[in-house]
């Protein structure tokens, strides 16, 4: 007879968990997705150094051979996307990022690999409000997991 035990508790898992819901229930954000891949071309247009981010040996595409180093400039992207369709909307990531080193970054060996949150709120007409809108969103989500 074996001994089935529970599983320990994951509490990095726990805490982006408790992070998705919180955006999305009180917060009033849509979770999205984006790739973690990125090409040369989105590296030199926000002004990143595509030689700083870790080339890919078998990319899906070629205008995705590189592993993001932030999400930012991506939910950038996704905005000026969704703009076209709707002036209002709120989304989040909880993404994962991707370094190394630029003296290791040919050799072997795995990169660093860091979870970050970003999120874009866009208003249909600019009014002072907006930024305290989005401020009290980040506060009470720093409230709600006791961080603040």
């Not at 089935?4 to 898992?13: F, W």
């Not at 917060?27 to 990143?48: I, N, P």
């Not at 990531?93 to 709120?121: M, N, Q």
């Amino acid at each position: 007879m074996w001994e089935v035990a529970a599983p320990s508790v994951n509490e990095h898992g726990r805490f982006e968990r408790a992070v998705k819901q919180f955006l999305s229930v009180h917060g009033g954000l849509t979770e999205v997705f984006t790739y973690s891949m990125v090409g040369e071309a989105h590296c030199r247009f926000f002004g990143l150094d595509p030689e700083a981010h870790l080339k890919l040996k078998n990319p899906v595409t070629e205008d995705m051979d590189r592993l993001r180093r932030e999400i930012v400039p991506l939910h950038l992207e996704k905005a000026r996307d969704n703009q076209r369709y709707s002036k209002v909307f709120r989304f989040f990531e909880v993404g994962r990022v991707y370094r190394k080193p630029r003296e290791r970054l040919r050799e072997p060996g795995l990169p660093e690999e860091r979870t970050r949150l970003a999120g874009v709120f866009s208003f249909a007409e600019k009014r002072p409000e907006n930024f305290h809108e989005a401020r009290n969103t980040i506060l009470s989500l720093l409230e709600g997991l006791r961080l603040a």
